[in-house]
Structure formats: C-alpha cells, structure tokens
C-alpha cells in the first residue's frame, strides 16, 4: 500500500492577484527592517555610516524606500476593512480613515525627515 502525496505548488499566490499583492506586502517586512535598523546606525553615528555612499547601499535603501512605501501603502489602505469607526452611529467612511492614515503618515515621515537631515 502506498502513501498519497498530495503535490504542492509553492507558487500558489501568483494564481490571484489580490494574493499575490498580501505576500508581496509580507515580504516588505524585510525591507522595512533593514529601514529602521539603517536609520538607528544613521542617528547614533550622528550622520551615515562610511558606506552609505557606496552603489551597493545606495541601490539596497532605493529598493528598501521603494518596498517601505508599498508595504505602507498597501498597509494603511487596509485600515477601513480592520477598524469600524462609528461616531453617533455613522459609520466614518473608508476614504476618511484612509486619508486620516495616510495625513499622518505624511506627517510623521516630514518629522523624521527633518530629524535625520538636520543630524539629530
């Protein structure tokens, strides 16, 4: 008698758009890691490391901005399908709580922004 074994497709996210939209996302993790872990050198070295002029780093934080922003993106653009916000028992609509999100993002960015490029 023998075992069946079922065959596994490891690519089984690219049959569907919106799946394969959640893993990119989740894979970004990786590079919003590398972002923070970057910017802590950049603030206690108190400017960039020796090596952040190299092309190599240079192309890694462009596609490190790049995967941030989608993974932020794609983030905050989910908010209104987590959280229901009800105020007298109307709903706040999704493009409020995304424009919400994505104000402060923009906020937020401006201030760490202005702390990097001043040397904080």
Do not use: C
Request: charged content about 10%.
């Amino acid at each position: 008698m023998t075992t069946y074994h079922a065959k596994r497709d490891h690519l089984w996210f690219l049959r569907n758009r919106t799946y394969t939209v959640f893993v990119a996302r989740e894979l970004t993790s990786v590079f919003v890691a590398w972002t923070i872990v970057y910017l802590m050198l950049v603030i206690d070295a108190g400017g960039p490391p020796s090596f952040a002029g190299e092309p190599w780093m240079i192309a890694i934080n462009v596609v490190a901005f790049a995967a941030t922003a989608f993974h932020a993106i794609t983030f905050l653009n989910l908010a209104p399908k987590a959280t229901v916000v009800r105020l007298d028992g109307w709903r706040v609509p999704a493009f409020m709580i995304q424009g919400g999100n994505h104000s402060a993002w923009l906020v937020v960015s401006g201030i760490v922004a202005f702390l990097v490029l001043k040397g904080v």
